[in-house]
């Protein structure tokens, strides 16, 4: 139980703090992720927030797992629901930045944030998020994750900066940085199952001597 606890704990932090990165690097006005550019271009040209269209895309790209025959998780869902919903929350918290040393403290805090939330929430082991299952999904098909995973941004970043979301600096930074934040911050925030210990085997008994 206390090892449960710790996982959705660890689940739901990491949750809250990915949207936390989200209204930093947003805020920041610098450049967003391929994902949030996407997002924001999609709330700048038919409404509603940028929490809420996280919301939306991530549901309907965990409806493509289906044919790729994924299954989500616990994590999975929750990161469809609470990442939204804390983007929203703290980009209406956080105060503006009032110059450009402010705006590239957010987006230096948000990068590095985003690197230890994803360590959070995959350690705790409850399922990949929905963009990340579509990605492994398609490489269990034969493909390379590596080109499945750029195709899909480069994809969604140019759709996004075509609705108008905003790519800078801080876009590239991120795409730099945030593959060997997560490499580190996933396998030492990795949740370890306590492993149970057999029974030794005894041995069969030797027949008695002639």
Not at 50 to 63: F, Q
Not at 175 to 194: C, D, E, R, S
């Amino acid at each position: 139980m206390a090892l449960m606890a710790r996982r959705l704990v660890q689940l739901y932090a990491g949750l809250a703090l990915y949207g936390l990165g989200i209204a930093l690097q947003v805020a920041s006005t610098l450049g967003n992720d391929p994902w949030d550019v996407f997002h924001q271009g999609l709330s700048l040209r038919f409404g509603l927030s940028i929490g809420a269209w996280i919301i939306i895309a991530g549901a309907l790209v965990m409806l493509l797992w289906i044919p790729l025959r994924q299954r989500p998780g616990l994590g999975t869902v929750s990161n469809v629901i609470f990442v939204g919903l804390f983007a929203d929350l703290f980009l209406w918290l956080l105060p503006e930045p009032g110059n450009l040393a402010m705006r590239w403290t957010y987006l230096v805090v948000a990068i590095v944030v985003g690197g230890f939330a994803t360590g959070c929430y995959i350690g705790a082991g409850f399922g990949a998020g929905p963009r990340d299952g579509l990605m492994t999904g398609l490489a269990a098909r034969g493909h390379s994750i590596r080109v499945v995973r750029t195709g899909i941004e480069v994809t969604v970043l140019a759709v996004g900066w075509l609705l108008g979301g905003t790519v800078g600096i801080g876009t590239l930074l991120y795409a730099v940085a945030i593959g060997p934040l997560a490499h580190v911050f996933i396998p030492m925030l990795a949740v370890k199952t306590p492993v149970k210990e057999e029974a030794p085997v005894e041995a069969p008994p030797q027949p008695a001597a002639a």
